[in-house]
Every structure is written in C-alpha cells, then in structure tokens.
C-alpha cells in the first residue's frame, strides 16, 4: 500500500522537437506542489534522432517503431539512473503518431522495462485512455498548471505557454478552488512551433535548430504566408483541440521556395502567429503570459509574440 500524503515523483519527458530527455523530481499529493527537487537533461545524440525521426508517423507494429522505442528507452533509463529517492517514476515516451480524430495516439517506450530496470514503480501511458474516450491526448499538463498557478501565488487569470515541436497554451484561472473546477481551465493546442524550424535547419543546413532566432532575425517575413495559414481550418475550431508534429506538412513546405532565412523568419512568424490566434479563445484576460521550451530561447519568436 502507498504511504499517505505527498511522495517525491520523478517525471519525465521527450518531446516532439527531439533536442533529448528531461527529468525533474517533484514533492506532491497529486493536487499541490509540496516542493520541487533536481531536474537534468540527457541530449538525443544524432543518429539517435534519425531513429526516432524515422519512425514519426508510424503506429505500433509498423517497421522503424521497435528501434525508435529502443533509443527512447536507453535514454530514459540512463538519465533515471542519476537521480535518487523518487517514489514514483512518470513515464511519457515520445509520441510518434497522434490521432486523435480518430481516437488513436501513440508514444513509443515501455514503463515495465524502465520499472525492472531501476526497481521504482512507473506511470506511463498517459494519453492512451483519454484519447479513446474522446480526449485530446494531453490530461496532465494543465493540471500541472494549475497547481503551479497556485505555487506562485496567482489570483488573476493568466497562461502558461509551451514552445516545443507545437505550440500549447494553458489558460488558468486560480481563483478555482480545483483544476477540475469548471470554468478553471482551457487548454489547447496552438500550431507549430519548433519542429518545422528545426527540419528545415536540419535538412538546408545540417543543424539542429535556429539558435537563438539568429537566422530568422535576418530573413524577411512573408506575411502573404501568414495569412494564408491562419485561414486553415484548424485556427477557426473551438479548443480543446491538438495536433501532430506533422499536421501542416503539406502547407509548410511552401516555405521551401524561401531562402533561408526568409523561411526560418516566416516559419516563426507562423509558429508566434498561432499563439496569437489561440488568445482569441481565452474565456477573460490574462494578467500574465508565462513562456517555456525551447522556443523560449529563440530571441526572434519571442520578439515576435
């Protein structure tokens, strides 16, 4: 049996921009934050990103997706294996399809083998259920924010924004007395953000990333393109809504007729017009914008935003 009262999780997660594995301890009851604990971070090595890129699209049983879980597992067990006294371990895996029009996600790795690996019990699977009862894939994170609304003290609305491979908002009202609470949250995500930058660093230049917005801060922004993708049928859909890394591929790849840094300049513009787009929908004004990811670094996206 569980011993009563908050434990000391240690949560994991590999997003879909593919920079590497994060890991932070947390103190909690489930409901408030008692107290934060060591965080770390193990990069994805290049040829472990090509595996994994090989398999994005792919559902279970299809052919890269076995090599890909294997990557992730290796990552995640080697980063755990640092850290000590966590209860509980939160496992996501890395989502390589998501689907959930259909009501399908998948994220490669397995939490039995990382629990006989480092003999902690895992929490893992997390989208699977919510996805097949109607769900948008993602139920933890805005809780999460709550509670860290209600860390800081918060008494107005305000947002959390992530900036990984897509964009999400969380709005949050702390007023609440619950996250459950209706009226208490509204979170969605908001387009692209890092993973197009990074591809087409990748496959134009043969870097990871813009860093810090360096090369878009020298393109010109093609506003025509702006436009016409904010005129997608996505951006008129009430929340809760998501998407997959590749979702906008076939839009996107226009950008391929820029220069690049005309193309790293209209593909962050794209990626800070969607959040601005995705304000439209907060139920009240917000007090305050809290911005993390990786896209928090890029000087251009955030001067854009």
Sequence with gaps: ???????????????????????????????VIHEFGPHAYRPYTPAEQATIRAAFGQWPGDPAVQSAAEVVETAHAELLSRFDGAEMIGFHGQTLAHD??????HQAGNGALLAEL?????????????????GQ?????????????KWIGATEPLAILNLGGVGNLTWIDPSQR???????????????????????MRIRLGQTCDEGGALAAQGRVDEGMVKAFLALPYFHRVPPK?????????????????????????????????????????????????????????ATMMAEL
């Design 178 to 200: 619950a996250p459950e609470t209706a009226g208490a949250l509204l979170a969605f995500d908001t387009g692209p953000a890092n993973a197009p930058i990074n591809d087409m």
């Design 1 to 31: 049996m569980r011993k009563q009262g908050p434990i000391w999780i240690l949560g994991t997660m590999s997003g879909t921009s593919l920079d590497g594995v994060d890991a932070a301890m947390l103190r909690t009851d489930g409901h």
């Design 100 to 105: 959930p029009g259909h009501r399908r996600t």
């Design 242 to 298: 998501s998407l997959d890394r590749n979702d906008f591929q076939t839009f996107l790849k226009k950008t391929h007729k820029l220069g690049n840094a005309d193309a790293a300049a209209t593909l962050t513009a794209i990626a800070a017009a969607s959040v601005a787009r995705g304000t439209e929908h907060f139920p009240r004004q917000i007090s305050r914008l809290l911005v993390t990811g990786g896209g928090r670094h890029n």
């Design 118 to 134: 480092l003999k902690t019990p895992v929490v893992w699977d997390f989208r699977s259920s919510d996805v097949e009862m109607g």
């Design 137 to 149: 894939g993602a139920p933890l994170a805005p809780f999460y924010h709550f509670a860290c609304a």
